[in-house]
């Protein structure tokens, strides 16, 4: 009687056994034993006027059952949960694609997601929309309700996918990649067996649990290092640590971040270029949908970092063994379905970084790019159907650059600092389409309310491993007319490369100080690398920068980008295509 009554005020399997000190499959079993099962209640999304055509379903511990299952052959879709800075709405995109196709291929769609502010639980995507929660527990109800010849988790980001696992021990069927390959792929000693199977080249690291572990491994790979707890969303609690100091700090707090899981200690290849390959295999053949150039160096988190399709610095031969190596790993892993692999190169070297076999945050940008519904495509697959039935069987490689810019929230946030890194910050993303990548990135900024200056007084400030790639940067915007002011060190620097440079107060040698400068309305760009310590000098400048809607560059490598999309600008006439006349050539 007592489960009745918990499980009507709310309580959840696994809070019941954490308050009973029991594991959580055995309060699951006795409460099945029990007879106490969730009902499910019909929200009418049409108010009694019409016949609602997709009932929104919920559970709950009372009364009749108000939506029984259908009989058809149906597949069951896990969305990506709540929306929350590290999420990504973009695999609603691909769960909202993935429905179309599956409906269109004769499927009853079910869709779960508990977040009414997307896509995926608009009334006319899928034929069942269950708003619950994307717990085993809840997630498991509607399967053994429904009875699906399948559950798709590739779809929905890092919540879902933790479930592939839990989910086919408990005898789900899940399409696509299986949950042992998902499995192979996130847990790292098992990855690391697999490059080294392969022979292929990863940053050297190891895996630490506890405080002792960390310090012996991280003096062991070098510092600075990369870490983070595995199997987290977003880079959550992911950090580029100079010293041991900062290491102990990080690991006494980073230890909650991942319960049951090790921390992952990585050397951090400084100044990487960092490369994204999506693709999609049937099991057999595979395609790489697109290879995106991250702007910004690895150490960026990828959701955050501008990117460029096709790459605009790697040779041929590189993008050769990039597609080779992501066809490698996919065939390895038996990939059903869609791919993302991260990879660096450092020293001419290929590195991979991480491999997801599962939708990328990266795959609404790559189809818009190449004209390709990747995310259909890839549910007609794990469906059943082949690349070669589809019609998708080569890359395609756009005669166009597309430049995909992500979008911070940083405005709303007072108080927050502005400089990007392993964690993600960004809650959306634009993209700039033209011939070249200078327009198509200036096109980018410009859709993300970054609008580039054409003329006045550009601040620079940059820290001193940064000094010797500053010289195009100076002279490119000295050449277009722009006036130049920095901190003393830089300037000196500037002056030294023969250009006029003005200087001007950091903010702790008083005012008249730059941030004075940037509130009287003289500057009109910011570039401002800052170094590891992150002074308070420094955060006050990408402040004001923010609160003044001025253009601010905190990498070297978006500074230049945004050079050459200024130069673009004023010496190039600035079109507007629609996306599907670049798709007819």
Do not use: W
Not at 59 to 77: F, H, L, M
């Amino acid at each position: 009687a007592y489960f009745s009554e918990f499980k009507a005020m709310g309580f959840s399997d696994r809070r019941i056994a954490d308050l009973r000190g029991i594991d959580e499959g055995a309060v699951a079993s006795a409460r099945r034993d029990a007879g106490v099962t969730p009902v499910f209640k019909s929200v009418d999304t049409c108010g009694a006027e019409f016949e609602a055509f997709t009932p929104y379903l919920y559970s709950t511990y009372e009364g009749e059952d108000e939506a029984p299952p259908t009989a058809r052959k149906k597949v069951i879709i896990l969305g990506g949960g709540p929306n929350r800075i590290g999420q990504g709405i973009e695999f609603d995109y691909c769960c909202v694609h993935a429905s179309m196709a599956l409906k269109d291929a004769g499927f009853e769609t079910i869709m779960v997601n508990c977040n009414p502010e997307t896509v995926s639980t608009d009334y006319d995507i899928s034929d069942r929309l269950y708003f619950e929660p994307l717990t085993f527990e809840d997630v498991m109800a509607i399967a053994e309700r429904e009875r699906p010849v399948g559950v798709i988790v590739q779809f929905g980001g890092q919540t879902p996918l933790k479930l592939a696992v839990p989910l086919a021990r408990a005898g789900v069927p899940i399409l696509g990649t299986t949950p042992d390959a998902i499995d192979r792929a996130e847990d790292r000693e098992r990855f690391n067996a697999m490059v080294t199977k392969l022979g292929l080249r990863q940053p050297e690291g190891v895996l630490a649990r506890g405080l002792e572990d960390a310090v012996a491994g991280a003096s062991k790979v070098g510092y600075p290092v990369l870490i983070r707890p595995s199997y987290v969303l977003g880079g959550r609690a992911m950090e580029v640590i100079p010293n041991e100091e900062e290491l102990r700090r990080y690991v006494t707090q980073a230890l909650q971040a991942s319960e049951r899981h090790p921390l992952l200690i990585d050397r951090y290849l400084q100044g990487a270029i960092e490369v994204d390959v999506d693709a999609i295999s049937d099991g057999e053949l595979v395609v790489v949908g697109g290879i995106m150039e991250h702007v910004e160096h690895a150490g960026i988190h990828s959701g955050d970092s501008a990117c460029a399709l096709p790459p605009t610095t790697l040779s041929g031969a590189l993008q050769q063994e990039l597609i080779r190596q992501t066809k490698l790993l996919a065939r390895e892993l038996g990939v059903i379905g869609l791919i993302n692999i991260q990879y660096a190169i450092y020293g001419g070297e290929v590195y991979i970084l991480e491999v997801n076999p599962r939708a990328s945050r990266t795959i609404p940008f790559v189809s818009k790019a190449i004209g390709v519904p990747l995310a259909k495509h890839a549910a007609l697959v794990m469906a059943g159907k082949k690349l070669s039935e589809i019609g998708f069987t080569s890359e395609r490689v756009p005669s166009h650059v597309a430049v995909k810019e992500s979008v911070f929230p940083f405005g709303r946030f007072p108080g927050v600092d502005t400089i990007l890194g392993p964690e993600m910050k960004s809650t959306g993303e634009v993209m700039g389409i033209d011939t070249t990548f200078a327009m198509a990135f200036a096109k980018a900024e410009l859709a993300a309310s970054s609008n580039l200056p054409d003329a006045g007084l550009v601040f620079i400030s940059v820290r001193d491993e940064d000094k010797p790639s500053l010289e195009p940067i100076a002279r490119g915007l000295v050449a277009m007319g722009f006036d130049l002011i920095a901190t003393r060190g830089t300037a000196t620097h500037i002056r030294k490369l023969g250009l006029n440079c003005d200087s001007v107060n950091k903010v702790l040698e008083g005012s008249p100080h730059i941030v004075d400068a940037m509130k009287a309305g003289r500057v009109a760009m910011v570039v401002n690398t800052p170094d590891a310590s992150g002074t308070k000098d420094s955060f006050s400048i990408r402040r004001t920068a923010l609160e003044m809607r001025l253009p601010y560059f905190t990498t070297m490598a978006g500074a230049k980008a945004a050079v050459e999309g200024i130069y673009a600008l004023k010496h190039e006439r600035f079109e507007v295509r629609a996306l599907q006349d670049y798709h007819q050539g």
